[in-house]
């Protein structure tokens, strides 16, 4: 003898499986649906030419990859030591706000200051960060 419980638990499971399938239908139709007609309709309004050569376009430098080759050697240290001088700042900072109106909360004129400071401290993080193509380590 089953119990109610069991018999709404499959009931439920069967019905959200059936919607999960039903979704993932749809959007692969659409997915395609979508890129077949976006395909043929960027040839429409061009004439049609035949040509015996290919295009050569200019080399672009590559961007500095700040994840890959010898760089994260620099930029994950520097990342952790980032984090480890900014933790102090983020703390006083989450008690005292660094932005806001003084005259209704009183606590901004020791936020702001520390906010500054922090912003001093993280600043070299920062330069060795972009050198190598990092985004900043903390986002303040």
Do not use: C
Not at 69 to 85: D, F, L
Not at 94 to 121: E, K, R
């Amino acid at each position: 003898m089953q119990s109610k419980f069991l018999k709404l638990a499959v009931g439920l499971g069967a019905t959200a499986a059936a919607a999960l399938y039903g979704a993932s239908a749809a959007q692969a139709h659409e997915y395609y649906h979508h890129h077949h007609h976006h395909y043929h309709a960027a040839y429409d309004d061009r004439p049609l030419t035949v040509t015996k050569h290919h295009r050569h376009y200019a080399a672009v430098a590559a961007a500095p990859d700040p994840w890959h080759g010898p760089a994260p050697v620099i930029t994950g240290p520097n990342y952790i030591a980032a984090t480890a001088v900014s933790f102090p700042f983020r703390a006083v900072n989450t008690v005292f706000p660094a932005y806001g109106d003084p005259a209704t909360n009183p606590l901004i004129f020791i936020g702001a200051p520390v906010h500054v400071i922090a912003q001093a401290v993280e600043f070299p993080f920062y330069v060795v960060g972009s050198a190598f193509g990092a985004p900043p380590p903390v986002a303040y």
